[in-house]
């Protein structure tokens, strides 16, 4: 399928778009939402909160996969599959997410619940917020609810939008960038 909007070619980076870009590579969702400047802005320095943020970096990546898969996004899980590896997740794990057979333990089953049940009803059971407030505390359980819905968001913005994956890096060097999103650069005018 072909973008509905198109990502900015570097020739329109501004000096935020270019900073975001020197820390993490030209990546399409950032080069298309950035055609609205202050928007992106925002946006990006939320999304660094989240994912630079107090969950565990595999509470994290189960979360995001699950939202990824269960929104049909690729280009979401495509970009979280390695995160999810640096965060401990096995290659076994991260295909079970898809719904897989795999006996997860209860913490896993629990940030899978959340995201599941979040995307399905917009809101979690009684019996899941009780055991998410028996596993985190105050601002854990605001984080994981704020992480799952900013995924399940994104992941409908990048479907809507059409954002394509990016072309395979074409030697050893690209590959090895990774992904991950800014630190938040300066704000705009800087």
Do not use: K
């Not at 990546?27 to 999304?47: C, D, E, M």
Request: glycine letters at 8%; a negative charge; proline letters at 8%.
């Amino acid at each position: 399928m072909n973008p509905r909007v198109e990502p900015l070619p570097p020739e329109q980076w501004d000096g935020f778009l270019t900073r975001v870009v020197e820390g993490t590579g030209p990546y399409n969702v950032f080069t298309t939402l950035a055609r609205h400047p202050a928007l992106f802005q925002a946006w990006i320095g939320f999304g660094a909160a989240l994912l630079y943020g107090t969950l565990p970096a595999r509470d994290r990546e189960l979360a995001v996969l699950r939202t990824a898969h269960l929104r049909g996004s690729a280009y979401e899980w495509a970009h979280h599959v390695r995160l999810a590896r640096e965060a401990g997740l096995s290659e076994a794990e991260i295909e079970a997410v898809r719904g897989h057979g795999h006996e997860w333990g209860a913490d896993d089953r629990l940030v899978l619940d959340v995201a599941e049940e979040m995307h399905r009803s917009g809101d979690l059971t009684d019996r899941t917020w009780q055991a998410l407030c028996a596993r985190y505390d105050e601002p854990g359980r605001i984080e994981l609810v704020m992480l799952v819905a900013h995924y399940d968001m994104l992941a409908v913005v990048l479907n809507t939008l059409r954002v394509p994956l990016e072309e395979p890096p074409r030697d050893a060097a690209a590959t090895s960038a990774g992904h991950a999103p800014p630190r938040v650069p300066p704000a705009a005018g800087g």
